[in-house]
């Protein structure tokens, strides 16, 4: 089948879904004119609800502890070069004081898949932030938890959770991780949180090793019925002590391409351009806003741990201090004509009437 490109950017624009050999087309095809088009109806969709303004969050790395063998990951278990740390509490609290102070409203606490923060630890971790200061939001990224842990979390007062699906598709899923991890507990887990109240992030890495078209256009496919309130998406970048250490990386270009895409596909989404982006390209993140992402994650964690919460190689903004990372985006983000904006920057369906 051949399609014409420009009619399916703009049909997507429309109708905010397509089929999967729409979605592969879409994917597959290169010439500037769409991928230009593509890219300016996805920005406007952004501006309509958002104007010019960016979202920070800020991301506190809380352990590098993890159950967890993720064939990708730099923090798997069986990496044994990998030097683990963990915050204590006092610590994830004083990163989120000093945040509070720089104008952030949404706190990260994202960590491996670490047994020390069970529910009373991290529990009681949320349950201060959000008693220290009752306008922010808090969002966890830890990983892989009970329906029962998810639910006392977000009893404790955490807002929302990111777990990245990966992949849609389940015989991808198992290449990418080890067999006691299965792609169906993964899909439980986010139905979970919804569930729970919880604004929800899942996401994807762009060129992770035996990703296909077809892959991408499935997670597309999920994220059009999932209708996640964000969704992460950056290149796998390889990491030397891991299986995966030979791949090559996801591309800026697809990267901007999906970002710009899943815009389309739910405008009103919280779409993160992410530090992996940043560290593809030394204008990665403006690229990615300029694609149609809405959010950055400068990073808040204690400048002697982060070189350690190495998820992939020569990550960005391990050496400077929270202030830098903060004044750093700003200045990134004006240059190309966006505004920082402080506040929790909730996830809001009242968004799509406003356009
Ligand atoms: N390259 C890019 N992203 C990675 N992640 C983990 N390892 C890598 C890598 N090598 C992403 C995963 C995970 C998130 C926290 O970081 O998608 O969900
Ligand atoms: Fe961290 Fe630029 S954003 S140093």
């Known amino acids: 089948m051949n399609y014409d490109i420009n009619l399916l950017v703009h049909k997507l624009a429309d109708v ?7 979605y592969e087309a879409l994917i597959t095809d290169c010439n500037p004119e769409s991928s230009r088009l593509l890219r300016e109806l996805a920005v406007k969709t952004r501006r309509a609800i958002f104007g010019n303004d960016v979202y920070i969050r800020g991301l506190i790395e809380i352990s590098n502890i993890c159950r967890n063998d993720c064939l990708y990951c730099g923090i798997r278990r069986s990496n044994s070069n990998c030097e683990r740390y963990r915050l204590t509490p006092d610590e994830i609290l004083a990163c989120a004081d000093e945040g509070y102070g720089l104008g952030f409203r949404t ?6 898949e670490d047994s020390y923060f069970n529910d009373d630890v991290l529990g009681g971790i949320v349950r201060s932030i959000k008693s220290n200061h009752p306008d922010c939001a808090v969002t966890l990224s830890m990983g892989e938890r009970s329906f029962g842990s998810y639910r006392y979390l977000r009893e404790c007062g955490a807002d929302r959770y990111l777990l990245r699906h990966e992949t849609a ?7 990418l991780h080890p067999s006691e991890m299965s792609y169906s507990n993964r899909m439980k887990c986010l139905h979970n949180l919804r569930e729970l109240g919880y604004q929800v992030g899942c996401g994807f890495m762009v060129g992770s090793p035996f990703q296909t ?15 996640p309130e964000m969704c992460g998406i950056g290149p796998f970048i390889p990491h030397k002590d891991t299986p995966f250490r030979d791949y090559p990386s996801g591309t800026l270009e697809m990267t901007c391409k999906l970002l710009s895409i899943i815009r389309l596909i739910h405008p009103p989404v919280l779409l993160p ?3 992996a982006l940043g560290t593809i390209d030394p204008l990665g993140r403006e690229k990615g806003i300029m694609s149609g992402a809405n959010v950055v994650m400068p990073n808040l964690s204690p400048v002697s741990v982060r070189k350690k919460y190495e998820l992939y190689d020569n990550k960005i903004c391990t050496g400077e201090e929270s ?4 004044e750093c985006l700003s200045n990134r983000m004006r240059k190309i004509g966006y505004e920082i904006v402080t506040g929790r920057g909730d996830f809001s369906a009242v968004r799509e ?3």
């Open 107 to 112: 706190f990260v606490l994202q960590g491996g």
């Open 323 to 326: 202030a830098q990372c903060r």
């Open 169 to 175: 598709d389940p015989e991808h899923y198992s290449r």
């Open 16 to 22: 905010h879904s397509l089929s999967l050999e729409e």
């Open 273 to 275: 351009s992410t530090t």
């Open 213 to 227: 078209v077809r892959n991408l256009s499935e997670d597309l496919k999920f994220i059009e019925t999932f209708k």
């Open 353 to 355: 009437n406003s356009r």
